[in-house]
C-alpha cells in the first residue's frame, strides 16, 4: 500500500512570504501529525489533527497552523516566514494511538533566505 | 521540549558488531517506540513496546524497557554498513503526542 506522501520534496522561500505543505497520509489512517526537525533543536511537534480536529498542538507562534480535510489529507502553512523557519518538516499518520506506532512521510525541506 | 534522551550521542562500530544504544526518559508512558532516519529523510518506524512489556524482539533488534529505572535499550546484533542511520526513542503517553529524543548516530564502518 502507498506510504505517506509529503509535496513539494524541497521549498526555497523567502523570508516574509508564506508556505503550505501538503501530507497525504496512509489510506485508512484518521490521525496525522507534524513535527519540524532542525540540527539544533531536533524533532519538535507542532500539531496533530484526527478526523478534522486538533486534537493536540506543539509550543510554535501563531504563524504556524495546519488543517485536516475530510479525506484525511493535511496541510500545514507558515506566514511570515523567518530564517529560523528553515527545517525538515516531517508527517506522520496513524492508525491508532498505542498500539502500531506511525508512519512518516519523507519530508519536506524547506529553505528560508 | 524532549522527553527521551539517548546515549551515547554518537557510535562507531565495525560491520559484524553489535551496537547498543539506551534512552531514558522522564515521566510515566503508555509505550516507548524506535525509530531509525537516513540521512534526513523521514523516519522509520522499528518497534514498540509497551510499558507492560519487558522485551521485545524484531529481526536482529531486540529492546528491552525498565520502567522502574524510565529506561530502554536498543540492541542491534551483527550490524550491518546498512544499518548506518540516526535512532531516535520516542514516549507515548495517553494522547499526548510523540516525543522523541535527539538520537544517537550509529555509523557500522565495512
Known amino acids: 500500500k502507498a506510504g505517506v506522501t509529503q509535496t513539494p520534496r524541497y521549498l526555497i522561500k523567502t523570508r516574509g512570504q508564506q508556505v503550505t505543505l501538503s501530507c497525504s497520509p496512509i489510506?485508512?489512517?484518521?490521525?496525522v501529525s507534524w513535527y519540524q526537525q532542525t540540527p539544533g533543536q531536533g524533532l519538535q511537534f507542532l500539531f496533530e489533527y484526527f478526523s478534522e480536529t486538533q486534537r493536540n498542538k506543539g509550543n510554535f507562534p501563531g504563524r504556524f497552523s495546519g488543517r485536516q480535510f475530510s479525506n484525511s489529507r493535511s496541510e500545514m502553512n507558515v506566514s511570515t516566514l523567518e530564517l529560523g523557519d528553515s527545517a525538515l518538516y516531517l508527517c506522520?499518520?496513524?492508525?491508532?494511538?498505542?498500539?502500531?506506532?506511525?508512519?512518516f512521510g519523507s519530508g519536506t525541506r524547506l529553505t528560508v533566505v | 521540549s524532549q522527553q527521551g534522551e539517548e546515549d551515547p550521542q554518537a557510535l562507531s562500530i565495525q560491520e559484524g558488531e553489535n551496537a547498543t544504544m539506551n534512552c531514558s526518559y522522564k515521566?510515566?508512558?503508555?509505550?516507548l517506540q524506535w525509530y531509525r532516519q537516513n540521512s534526513g529523510r523521514g523516519l522509520v518506524h522499528l518497534i514498540l513496546?509497551?510499558?507492560?512489556?519487558r522485551e521485545k524482539h524484531s529481526g536482529r533488534l531486540r529492546v528491552t524497557l525498565d520502567t522502574s529505572k524510565k529506561s530502554s535499550s536498543l540492541l542491534i546484533t551483527a550490524s550491518r554498513a546498512a544499518d548506518t542511520a540516526s535512532y531516535f526513542c520516542a514516549t507515548e503517553r495517553g494522547n499526548t503526542p510523540l516525543v522523541f529524543g535527539k538520537g544517537t548516530r550509529l555509523s557500522v564502518i565495512a
Open positions: 513496546i509497551r510499558s507492560n512489556e
Open positions: 506522520a499518520s496513524s492508525l491508532e494511538q498505542g498500539f502500531y506506532g506511525y508512519t
Open positions: 489510506s485508512g489512517h484518521r490521525s
Open positions: 515521566t510515566s508512558i503508555n509505550n
